[in-house]
């Protein structure tokens, strides 16, 4: 059984820069390594809920358009930490950041943290 715990979120302004962490805990199978690839999702109110980034076990990224530039996921190995920088923030920017992990036998994303919410005032 694997944890994750999102923290970091808060009320930034418009242009602000915000770092969210995703702590991962649980049996000896919830090292980062062990997983096929880590996310951030992010849910805005009324509205279906998107990846924002991931990155693989070996490090390869990749990122959604409308944050291209702007938002930096990376990991920790030691911490067993997954980060996601965010900067430039702006209003749309607002809702909330989910930290997911995928297997490598799954197709999905399959675990989820709990969430933090994020939001961007202009």
């Known amino acids: 059984q694997v944890q994750l715990v999102e923290s970091g979120g808060g009320l930034v302004q418009a242009g602000g820069s915000l770092r969210l962490s995703c702590a991962i805990s649980g049996s000896t199978a919830s090292r980062i390594i062990f997983f096929a690839a880590m996310g951030w999702f992010r849910q805005a109110p009324g509205k279906q809920r998107e990846l924002v980034a991931h990155?693989?076990?070996?490090?390869?990224?990749n990122y959604a358009d409308s944050v291209k530039g702007r938002f930096t996921i990376s990991s920790d190995n030691a911490q067993n930490t997954v980060y996601l920088q965010m900067n430039s923030l702006k209003p749309e920017d607002t809702a909330v950041y989910y930290c997911?992990?995928?297997?490598?036998?799954?197709?999905?994303?399959?675990?989820w943290g709990q969430g933090t919410q994020v939001t961007v005032s202009s």
């Open positions: 997911a992990a995928k297997r490598h036998i799954d197709p999905n994303f399959g675990s």
């Open positions: 990155i693989t076990n070996v490090g390869n990224t």
